[in-house]
């Protein structure tokens, strides 16, 4: 079983709507990253958490340490938010700067 | 001006070559990883530097190996190429390798095993 799962695995929505990406996570960290992966392949980190709630235009990113879990939301999503969201986390049991990642969650946004 | 670069985009070689990825960025940081996406898209920390000293070595085949010049270049020689070795790997960096630390990842190099 992978320390990172993100659930959905894949997910279609039309373009408005709102949209929110689950990560859960197994192990004690430092810091959680959510990364998107365009659909050319490229990856861009989108956030860094270690607690609380951060907000980047649509993009909002909500950690729980005490439940281990994450969340990424969209609102008014639009089509070219279409790409791979991938969680990441670094574990505090590991040590370096290792960042152990989940499968990813495909998104399409349809018009 | 890019910030995390990758040579070569793609790369297309038969079993049993010897290759070599470049990575170079240019944001001053200390820190610099190899990733390994498989066809399934999971992505695998291989290797990180910090200024040019070995920090992360996962359990990678010996036939991989970084080296690191300068803390601004990690590149990755892979020999006796195998089908397996197929897939993208990302060069990243960071400002350290410290927890809070962002990574800024390179666009990637296709890598395809004949």
């Not at chain 1, 950690?63 to 670094?90: F, G």
């Not at chain 2, 010897?18 to 498989?38: A, P, V």
Request: glycine residues 6%.
């Amino acid at each position: 079983k992978n320390e990172v799962e993100q659930s959905p695995q894949n997910l279609t929505a039309q373009e408005g709507e709102f949209i929110t990406i689950n990560c859960s996570y197994s192990v004690g960290i430092s810091a959680l990253h959510w990364l998107q992966q365009h659909p050319g392949g490229g990856i861009v980190s989108l956030f860094m958490l270690s607690s609380g709630k951060k907000k980047h235009g649509r993009l909002i990113a909500t950690i729980n340490i005490q439940e281990k879990h994450s969340s990424l939301h969209i609102t008014a999503s639009h089509p070219r938010d279409s790409a791979v969201y991938i969680c990441a986390v670094r574990s505090m049991e590991t040590s370096g700067s290792r960042l152990t990642f989940g499968e990813g969650t495909q998104l399409t946004v349809n018009p | 001006d890019t910030a995390v670069s990758q040579t070569p985009k793609y790369l297309v070689t038969q079993m049993g070559n010897d290759k070599s990825i470049k990575c170079e960025q240019n944001l001053g940081h200390d820190t610099m990883y190899w990733y390994k996406q498989d066809s399934k898209k999971f992505l695998k920390i291989m290797f990180s530097y910090n200024n040019k000293e070995l920090i992360i070595n996962e359990t990678v085949p010996n036939r991989f190996s970084p080296k690191s010049p300068d803390k601004a270049h990690l590149n990755l020689h892979i020999n006796s190429l195998e089908l397996g070795d197929s897939a993208v790997y990302f060069c990243a960096s960071s400002q350290s390798r410290r927890a809070y630390n962002e990574q800024f990842f390179g666009p990637g190099t296709r890598l395809t095993v004949l």
